[in-house]
């Protein structure tokens, strides 16, 4: 069996592709451009139904970079995690659950953490039921015997 590549664009590349379409060129001449198949542009183009998503930004919520570097400072001269999260002036539970999700004491780094947040937080996700077929079918056969959400959930 053969296994393809897998076509990745750049954000360039992607801008330019959706601008392209908006204007009415076909998957076909598209590709063409791109020296790669129309499948790989349709692929890119069908999650959102044709409609350019709109552009990905932080939540105003979330830890910054540079609050990230301060963590990493501050673990780097021996800080507690109380200690740092006054100085951001943030809860020291979201201190802790940074460095937890992020290699812990010994391994946090500020920009690798940074990178796997805002991957994290990539939306939309899948639904559950799309990556769980067991809990789909469950889910679907208390449908047909008419349970409430409710009743499905409990």
């Known amino acids: ?26 998957l076909n001449s598209i590709g063409r451009l791109f020296d790669r198949p129309s499948s790989s542009v349709f692929t890119m183009l069908a999650p959102t139904g044709g409609i350019r998503p709109p552009p990905r930004r932080r939540s105003r919520l979330a830890l910054t970079l540079a ?22 002036g943030r809860a020291p539970s979201t201190v802790s659950r940074e460095v937890n999700r992020n290699g812990g004491l010994q391994h946090y780094r500020a920009s690798k953490a940074d990178e796997s947040a ?28 008419h349970w409430s959400p409710e009743q499905i959930a409990g």
């Open 118 to 145: 805002w991957d994290r937080a990539h939306r939309p996700k899948p639904c559950k039921l799309v990556n769980e077929p067991v809990l789909s079918r469950l889910v679907a056969s208390k449908l047909r015997l």
């Open 1 to 26: 069996m053969v296994y393809r590549t897998r076509i990745k664009y750049t954000a360039a590349q992607r801008a330019d592709i959706w601008d392209r379409w908006q204007r009415g060129e076909s």
């Open 67 to 88: 609050e990230r570097e301060e963590i990493s400072r501050g673990i780097a001269c021996d800080l507690s995690l109380r200690a740092i999260a006054a100085r951001l």
